[in-house]
């Protein structure tokens, strides 16, 4: 399982560095993103500094579902959907290499977002460790999450449409508690942050786990 | 030996339409069958089937010693299927390809220099995104990815198609050395003289399932080689009506 | 439903303890009706607004048991031993009654909250859980009706029903630390103290809306009965059709085996194929004599 993983998450790496589709298209996105809600909120630096952890996090989000659909979209070119299944692969393995990926990916747009809110929101970064911590378990939980439902549309002519309506309402608590403790973090909030962290744990480990054990059987359907 | 692959009144369905309406089919190691009938007969579906891809939902169907009823995915290692599409990775390079579905499928990846030499891939090609790539270029990828894996079981849909001549004889010789290497080999063409000429023995298709009784002779003696299949459709508007209700009754029980 | 599946000219939805969940549905939605704004008196501090707890309660409770069934059925289905098709619809049955019941329990409740607190959304951490789950099933509803294969289809949206429940319990942390950290459990504050005829009433609505939720089931399950079996004739006559693409030649009971494949004639094609070109078939004749010798 684990060297199916490594094998797995090592390929859709490697046609991210030959394809740079996140690097060209989800980043710009990302940022453009932050850049759209500083024209339709206030422009005013307390307001931005307040909201800056939620709206970072629903940038997040967006582009967890994007990075999810091209993790999705490779497969599906030209049949590789059956090449997938007919790989020999162990299932577990290609979902946790496929939700690794994902992760990875959107771990480097979520520092490339976090330079966005300390430059257009004017954001200063306190709470170094509670902030790590939380965006490490939320993006897990993003994208182990993202992958299963990634799998869940994979095939259906619908897809692209139908997985945001099915990822974003499941990642609400993510949205929710990622933030909390972000404001915690950044001082805006005296609630305990570590709190959250476990909240996010505990979705991680769920959506790993199902994860797991669900993705064969929706793989065959795919 | 046991059988490579053994079906029997196999039925499978796509979408809901029974795309194998109780096929039988039986090869045997190092045997090449050849597969032919009109468009739509159930060829590719076979082929899938055989390959662990569509479920049966009747019958009984073991392939490689696996019974496919109760697992469709434990064959799937020991199998190679090259369809219409050939399930590369548009952004990875050929070699990239080759070795990644090499490695998956726990085959030694020492075999990927000779496949991809043996299928002219070897030079500028090996470094050129698949996405780049002509049609018959992709399918010789493909074709290295099934040489370096050795399967035991072939199934080739439509292998020829898009080939050069210089390729389609390379084709041609992969099969007699896959077959002599024990490996069973099933193809299904519409290339009539080559494929026979490869083939031991050659099934026709018709309506989700194998005509039986119909081996057609060796491509010596082209003219008495299978009933064309437009034969067999045309037989269809003749035929359709008169079904009667016993078979209605029998159909339901397989639903 | 095993006897009404036997009863092939049957296609209506109902039957006789449809009739009966619908008169005693109507009886009771009735009487709540009579209790709630004629009988009972109102509240003190809420006047006629607290007449919305005969309706409000009772819609949002059947609306968590309906997507609670949901899960349980799907569940039932992936397990292999359990698995039938009266889950899938079940399942499927709840979460379309589950969504109506969901709205209508948003609906009322922001109808209640307008006069309340002046204004028609306030993110109650109960309110905002409901809104979440409304907006899962929504998303349960849209893959059942994505088309493809029936299995495919059921597998899918049961894998989607479980995996909607395992994320409720989050849900529920998530907005009650969320909400309560800033201004406390707003729904429970409103709800007025209750006594006598009030909570015979609320009781009574209850039990109107579990009839009704029961006679919906009921009928969208036969429903989904009627479509599938609609399905299932359309495959027999499918499959008897494909056969017929055949022509007289195939076998249309399709029993017997293809002689082709009887281990007897094997080795025959291989022998005939000999002369043609000896390099090919010379191994392929070697190893198709073996049959003869084939065990398992």
Redesign the interface.
């Known amino acids: 399982m684990w060297r199916?993983a490594a094998?797995m998450a090592g390929?859709d790496l490697?046609?991210e560095a030959?394809?740079r589709v996140a690097t060209n298209q989800v980043a710009p996105f990302a940022v453009i993103v932050l850049v759209l809600f500083g024209f339709a909120l206030e422009p005013d630096r307390n307001f931005l500094q307040t909201a800056a952890p939620g709206l970072f996090w629903v940038a997040v989000l967006f582009c967890s579902v994007l990075a999810v659909q091209r993790s999705f979209a490779?497969e599906a070119?030209?049949?590789?959907g059956?090449?997938l299944?007919?790989?020999?692969?162990d299932?577990a393995g290609i979902f946790l290499g496929k939700a690794a990926a994902v992760a990875l990916e959107l771990a480097a747009l979520e520092a490339l977002l976090a330079v966005g809110i300390v430059v257009f929101y004017s954001t200063s970064l306190t709470g170094v460790a509670l902030l790590l911590a939380t965006a490490a378990v939320a993006t897990i939980g993003l994208a182990a999450c993202g992958t299963?439902?990634g799998v869940?549309?994979a095939?259906?002519?619908?897809r692209e449409t139908?997985l945001p309506?099915?990822i974003?309402?499941?990642v609400?608590?993510v949205l929710?508690?990622a933030t909390?403790a972000w404001e915690v973090a950044l001082g805006q909030s005296l609630?305990d942050g570590w709190?959250?962290v476990t909240?996010l744990a505990?979705?991680a480990v769920?959506y790993v786990t199902?994860g797991v054990l669900?993705f064969?059987?929706?793989l065959?359907?795919a | 030996m046991a059988p490579a692959v053994r079906l029997r009144s196999a039925v499978a369905l796509l979408g809901g339409f029974p795309v194998l309406a109780g096929a039988d089919l039986e090869v045997q190691p190092g045997e090449v069958v050849l597969l032919q009938g009109a468009n739509g007969a159930g060829k590719t579906s076979l082929l899938r089937t055989c390959a662990g891809l569509l479920a049966v939902v009747s019958g009984s169907a073991e392939v490689l010693g696996c019974d496919l009823t109760a697992d469709r995915r434990a064959v799937r290692r020991r199998v190679g299927l090259l369809g219409h599409s050939t399930a590369l990775y548009d952004d990875l390079t050929v070699e990239d390809n080759v070795r990644f579905a090499v490695r998956a499928a726990g085959a030694p990846t020492a075999t990927v220099e000779p496949a991809l030499v043996r299928l002219g891939l070897a030079g500028r090609l090996r470094s050129v995104a698949a996405g780049r790539l002509s049609a018959g270029q992709r399918r010789r990828t493909a074709l290295a990815v099934l040489v370096a894996r050795q399967p035991e079981l072939w199934l080739l849909d439509e292998p020829h198609a898009g080939l050069d001549a210089e390729h389609r004889d390379l084709l041609d010789d992969l099969i007699r050395g896959a077959v002599a290497g024990g490996a069973a080999v099933v193809l299904a063409s519409h290339e009539r003289d080559r494929a026979s000429a490869l083939a031991d023995r050659t099934l026709v298709m018709a309506g989700g399932q194998v005509v039986p009784d119909r081996r057609a002779p060796r491509s010596g003696r082209p003219e008495a080689t299978s009933a064309p299949p437009e034969d067999a459709s045309a037989r269809l508007a003749g035929n359709f009506p008169s079904l009667d209700a016993s078979e209605h009754l029998e159909a339901a029980h397989v639903a | 439903m095993t006897r009404t599946e036997r009863s092939p000219t049957r296609t209506g939805t109902g039957n006789r303890t449809t009739r009966v969940l619908g008169v005693s549905a109507l009886v009771a939605s009735g009487a709540v009706v009579y209790f709630g704004l004629v009988s009972t008196p109102p509240d003190e501090v809420q006047g006629d607004l607290v007449r919305l707890i005969y309706i409000h309660p009772a819609v949002s409770t059947m609306a968590f048991v309906a997507f609670g069934i949901t899960a349980l059925a799907s569940l039932l289905y992936l397990f292999p031993r359990t698995r039938s098709w009266r889950w899938d619809r079940l399942a499927g049955a709840s979460g379309e009654v589950g969504v109506v019941f969901c709205a209508l329990s948003l609906a009322t409740g922001s109808i209640w909250g307008r006069p309340a607190w002046g204004v028609w959304w306030t993110w109650d951490a109960r309110l905002t859980l409901t809104a979440l789950l409304c907006a899962l099933f929504v998303g349960y509803l849209a893959l059942r009706r994505t088309g493809g294969g029936a299995e495919s289809r059921a597998i899918r949206s049961a894998v989607a029903g479980v995996l909607f429940a395992a994320v409720v319990p989050i849900d529920h942390f998530a907005t009650e630390w969320w909400r309560t950290l800033h201004q406390g459990d707003t729904l429970e504050s409103l709800h007025p103290k209750i006594h006598g005829a009030q909570l015979w009433t609320m009781l009574l609505s209850f039990i109107a809306f579990a009839l009704i939720y029961a006679w919906l089931m009921f009928h969208r399950t036969r429903l989904e009965q009627l479509e599938s079996r609609l399905e299932n004739e359309g495959l027999a006559y499918a499959l008897a059709a494909r056969r017929a693409e055949g022509g007289p030649d195939v076998d249309p009971s399709a029993s017997s085996v293809s002689t082709a494949a009887s281990p007897a004639d094997a080795p025959a094609p291989a022998a005939a194929a000999a002369p043609a070109s000896a390099s090919a078939t010379a191994p392929a004749g070697a190893s198709a004599s073996a049959p003869a010798g084939r065990q398992s």
């Open positions: 199916d094998l390929k490697r046609i030959r394809s490779v070119a030209d049949a590789a059956d090449g299944r007919m790989s020999g692969l299932p299963l439902y869940l549309a095939g259906l002519r619908v139908l309506l099915l974003l309402p499941v609400a608590p929710i508690g909390r609630d709190k959250w909240l505990v979705f769920v199902l669900a064969g059987t929706l065959e359907e």
